[in-house]
């Protein structure tokens, strides 16, 4: 009973919430909205950009980062718009939820769903792991498919301060994350235990794919096999 009465003081709480503070699309402020359809139809691609070393030798990103695109990531990611952890959480899933994906993921024994790793100061300044509830999400939705899929943060950046998508070159971010990325200790005896296992990596933006290779070899440096990556959004990278 008291559970049902916090539920609905919370709703009338958000419902007076959006009333006194009415949300906009988190991709062009369109009124009440968190993403709205002509922007959630921006992230409705499959984009796909070559990542060596992986079973499928590519990941898939949804949307180019750019435009109302980057302003809805920009929303979520650091002005902590955490509602669009849902449509997001969908996008993605949209992404590795398919045929040819699953048939394949099924004849693994385990699949981890595991984000590219922020900084702790990045993770203290947005007051979470915002990869996280997008990659609980995809576990799920793989689970429904059949695949024994379990989200974990088994990265973790040493050594560097935030990762910044603003770094100019492909290059220099390539040299900024090389070597700071790495399977955790306490999930590296685990995951040594476990044969039968796939990673899939998951990521908010994708620019010189720098990051994504990064987690790949720290992976490959255990023998544990990365299937793919999934990112919301990819943003070619303008230098080399
Ligand atoms: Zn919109």
């Known amino acids: 009973m008291i559970e049902e009465m916090r539920a609905v003081c919370k709703d009338m709480a958000h419902a007076m919430g959006l009333v006194l503070f009415p949300r906009g ?8 909205e968190v993403l709205c359809v002509k922007c959630a139809r921006l992230f409705s691609k499959r984009y796909t950009f070559a990542l060596a070393g992986t079973v499928l030798g590519e990941g898939f990103a949804s949307a180019r980062y750019e ?11 650091d002005h902590g718009d955490e509602e669009c952890d849902g449509p997001f959480a969908d996008i993605m899933a949209t992404l590795l939820c398919r045929d040819e994906c699953l048939a394949r993921l099924r004849g693994y024994g385990h699949v981890l769903v595991v984000p590219t790793p922020s900084s702790p100061r ?3 300044a947005r007051g979470r792991d915002h990869m996280m509830p ?10 429904e498919q059949g695949v024994d899929a379990k989200a974990c943060g088994a990265l973790e950046m040493r050594g560097m301060h935030g990762k910044s998508v603003q770094t100019r070159s492909a ?5 900024r994350v090389a070597g700071h990325i790495d399977v955790s200790k306490r999930m590296r005896t685990a ?3 476990r044969r039968d296992l796939a990673v899939i990596i998951v990521d908010d933006i994708v620019t010189s794919g720098a990051t994504m290779r990064a987690c790949v070899q720290a ?3 255990i023998e544990v096999p990365v299937f793919g990556a999934a990112s919301l ?3 070619p990278a303008t230098g080399t």
């Open 171 to 175: 290059r220099q971010r390539s040299r």
């Open 25 to 32: 699309c988190a991709g062009c402020g369109e009124p009440h």
């Open 122 to 124: 990045s993770v203290r």
């Open 134 to 143: 997008l990659a609980r999400s995809l576990a799920r939705a793989l689970r």
């Open 219 to 221: 992976f490959r440096n």
């Open 191 to 193: 995951l040594l235990e």
């Open 67 to 77: 435009g109302a695109v980057r302003h809805a990531i920009l929303a979520w990611k």
């Open 233 to 235: 959004a990819y943003a």
